[in-house]
């Protein structure tokens, strides 16, 4: 039996996919609330993202705005911080907030913090993985060959990996953001409260993209036992 006529399947995805929907739905409230709340300093996030990296000494990394909705991310390669139209223009909570994160991934760009740098090691072999994970798994079974099996696991045991390593990058460089925005006098104690507020929300999604990401996995292991 395969995902959806399999009941095994809702039984063990079913509760992850909640998770995730859950999250989402507490990253928009959050996001739409404190995107109303206009901050006292009265910076557009692209201006704080730029405040930010002056003071930490960096000045090769751009600032650019990119089109979507929550679509905020740094890009090492290229070494740009692009954030959404929202968040670059934007001079609400929820807009310092997100750019003070993208930030704060430029610090551990920076100052070579660990995590990111496995993560960033592992993203070609992740991306490779995820596209023949399944089609070699489900060839696998269908000729009932162990060795595709087994090999499509493997490269889908790489997504997993990328998403437990995601998760001290994101919650290390929403840390970094609050100290900064706190500690540089950006943000009002209140402010900062609702830019944290943004930020946890933001990292459940991150959590539940694991949860899923173990599930599936966890699935993937039971399916090739039963075929045995």
């Known amino acids: 039996m395969f995902f959806g006529i399999d009941p095994l399947y809702w039984l063990m995805i079913g509760p992850a996919l909640l ?10 409230s959050a996001y739409e609330r404190y995107s109303r709340v206009r ?3 009265g910076l557009t996030g692209a ?7 002056r003071s930490a000494g960096i ?10 909705h929550l679509t905020d991310h740094y890009d090492p390669r290229r070494k740009v911080v692009r954030l959404s139209e929202g968040v670059y223009y934007g001079s609400s909570v929820a807009a310092q907030g997100i ?11 920076a100052t070579g913090y660990v995590w990111l740098g496995l993560r960033n090691a592992i993203i070609p072999a992740t991306q490779f993985g995820s596209q023949l994970a399944f089609p070699l798994f489900f060839l696998g079974l269908i000729l009932s060959l162990r060795p595709l099996i087994d090999l499509g696991i493997l ?3 790489l997504a997993v990996i990328f998403q437990v390593v995601t998760l ?3 919650f290390n460089a929403s840390a970094r953001a609050l100290a900064s925005l706190a500690g540089g006098g950006y943000l009002q104690p209140a402010e900062v409260r609702g830019a944290r507020s943004v930020l946890q929300a933001a990292a459940l999604t991150y959590v539940a993209a694991m ?3 173990v599930m599936q996995l966890l699935y993937l292991l039971s399916l090739r036992d039963r075929r045995e």
């Open 99 to 109: 750019a003070a994160h993208e930030v704060g991934h430029v610090l551990q760009h």
């Open 39 to 41: 901050a006292a300093n």
């Open 59 to 68: 000045h090769d990394v751009r600032i650019e705005p990119i089109r979507g």
């Open 168 to 170: 001290p990058v994101e």
């Open 211 to 213: 949860v899923m990401a």
């Open 19 to 28: 998770l995730a929907l859950w999250a989402q739905g507490k990253v928009s």
């Open 155 to 157: 490269l889908f045991s």
């Open 47 to 53: 201006q704080v993202a730029e405040s930010l990296l």
